[in-house]
Nanobody, 123 residues
Framework: QVQLVESGGGSVQTGGSLRLSCAAS????????MGWFRQAPGKEREGVAS???????MYIDSVKGRFTISQDNTKNTLYLQMNSLKPEDTAMYYC?????????????????WGQGTQVTVSS
């Protein structure tokens, strides 16, 4: 079992920044990649960013140049730096782990999920 705990969400105005964190514990040695996902009310969950153990990354087009995913393997912590936030970024944000070695934005490839942290961007 892997436990994931997200933090860092909040309410900001358009153009603001937030940094999300995801602390991993438990049987984490089987993970190969991690990702950030988001889900707005009435919408499907979508992949935002992913990173593998070698530091390879993948982003959804709408956040490229604004969001940066990173990890501190010594602390088993995943981060998502979000800059230039827009109202359409408003959603519940989740971190997740996958045993696949390549980054992926497909939720179906992820095994363990955190409980989520809310991000609200007002205009």
């Amino acid at each position: 079992q892997v436990q994931l705990v997200e933090s860092g969400g909040g309410s900001v105005q358009t153009g603001g920044s937030l940094r999300l964190s995801c602390a991993a514990s438990g049987d984490i040695y089987g993970r190969r990649s991690m990702g950030w996902f988001r889900q707005a009310p009435g919408k499907e969950r979508e992949g935002v960013a992913s990173i593998n153990l070698n530091g390879g990354t993948m982003y959804i087009d709408s956040v490229k140049g604004r969001f940066t995913i990173s990890q501190d393997n010594t602390k088993n912590t995943l981060y998502l730096q979000m800059n230039s936030l827009k109202p359409e970024d408003t959603a519940m944000y989740y971190c997740a782990t996958t045993p696949f070695a390549r980054p992926s934005l497909s939720p179906s490839e992820y095994s363990y999920w955190g409980q989520g942290t809310q991000v609200t961007v007002s205009s």
